[in-house]
DNA sequence: GAGTGGTCTAGACCACCAA
DNA sequence: TGGTGGTCTAGACCACTCC
């Protein structure tokens, strides 16, 4: 190990993180409450004396700490608290939203027919070119979309499946249905920029910070179902094990 | 559920987008390869016949998404595939990056004596106030610093911890100096943009897109270690539990 | 129709890095 | 010392939302 690195010099604090810190204070302090709407651009910068891009470059920056969220050309909100969630479990996501006190609602975006190639074949752990079964969904948190999610599903593991139309949650129905109790065996997640069908899923711009997971879930000994989600960065913070809720101390 | 949303009309591809999809080909495709240093945002702007921002924007996408990352001042560089790391097992970061074919380097930045406050008090489930030790360090893979890390411990349960100096790692050192042996009990983790100490810490901009980690340590039925990590975005991905590792197959 | 964010231009000056 | 990214300006036009 090195010894202790150099300081660096004090620098002048650049004029984007000073709005930052105003707007930031503006929040904290409740001025601006939870799910209100910031100024708009133009608004911040006159009352600022600065250009746009750079009020902009601090809505970027409370946009990705999560602070604030954009609605697609209406505006800027205060982001209410992160939804906690703990991939491990076998919760629901649209059973998940309301357990902690919020509004869920579920759009679904169809079903299609696909086949395992690269990563999903690795994951499945099956042939390239396997059949698989694609169930597409967006949930809704108090009337804002935060999460889009792709359900692969290996059609010769779940016999009968097409014969029935999509019902949610996914899991209850294939055990109800078809006596399948899936168990989750592993997650994967990165922090990403979204584009394109997600985005469009999602309605939001290109570009927005995004939080993506993958999970295997296992029945008999092998994968039968593999989910990929998108999520607004700001959703959501991922809890695994014994933490204490700082919303319940 | 609702059905199908309707489709969202088709809209002309932005330009940041397709220069985005340009500069991804060129890494896809090994044409820069990995580690390699992308042409500067003048040398693109002119090529691509756009101006400077527009470049930014494409540069900032790619980025965001771990593709590339910015050394400040000198360029944007290929990123590296990023480390596996799951927080739930007690693997410390410098072991971690040696096993996956990296270099590893450790910074130390040093000790200080603080207090348990807020959520620290919390997740200590100690008394507010109570005497903490905290140990600051830098993880460094391949010349690039890439998580910057605070360990708090509570001194109480640590006698003797202040007579020594800080040898890493802290886990086999607690169990060698003080014969504790720490188990994770949990973590929480988010996406977020950096500033501040951490960035100051990593050498990078104010707003590099991150990953915060927060991971509770116990023993003897009580909370002994806390740790704050702040990893650069695309250094790593976390993946818990069993997950099939493409670069194997 | 007024206002919003989304995109884009064409510059500028600066601090910092490498040679 | 020349080139780099970091910051900032002052506009522009557009697609879209809400009224």
Chains 1, 2 share one sequence.
Not at 44 to 60: F, I, K
Not at 165 to 176: C, G, H, V
Not at 206 to 220: C, E, F, N, V
Not at 223 to 246: K, M, T
Request: aromatic share 8%.
């Amino acid at each position: 190990m090195h010894p202790v690195s150099p300081e660096r010099e004090a620098r002048e604090v650049p004029l984007f993180l000073q709005i930052r810190e105003i707007l930031a204070q503006r929040i904290g302090s409740g001025t601006i409450g939870i799910g209100g709407r910031l100024p708009s651009e133009r608004e911040l910068a006159a009352e600022l004396g600065t250009a746009r891009m750079t009020v902009r470059e601090a809505l970027r920056m409370l946009e990705g700490e999560g602070l604030i969220y954009r609605a697609e050309r209406r505006g800027y909100f205060v982001s209410p608290a992160r939804l906690r969630y703990d991939p491990t479990r076998h919760v629901n996501v649209m059973r998940l939203i309301p357990s902690q006190g919020h509004v869920a609602e579920g759009i679904y975006l169809g079903r299609q027919l696909t086949r395992a190639t690269g990563s999903l074949a690795l994951m499945f752990g099956c042939q390239e070119g396997a059949p698989l079964i694609l169930e597409r969904s967006v949930a809704v948190m108090n009337g804002r979309r935060i999460e889009y999610g792709e359900h692969f599903l290996l059609e010769e593991a779940i016999p009968g499946y097409l014969d029935f139309p999509y019902e949610s949650p996914l899991t209850q129905t294939l055990e109800r249905r078809h006596g399948i109790r899936t168990k989750m065996i592993g997650f994967r997640t990165r922090p990403t920029n979204l584009f394109g069908i997600p985005t469009e899923a999602l309605e939001v711009r290109a570009g927005s910070p995004g939080l993506y997971i993958t999970r295997i879930k296992q029945h008999g000994g092998r994968v039968i179902e593999v989910d990929r989600e998108y999520w607004l960065s700001d959703a959501l913070e991922i809890v695994v094990g014994q933490f204490p809720n700082p919303h319940e101390a």
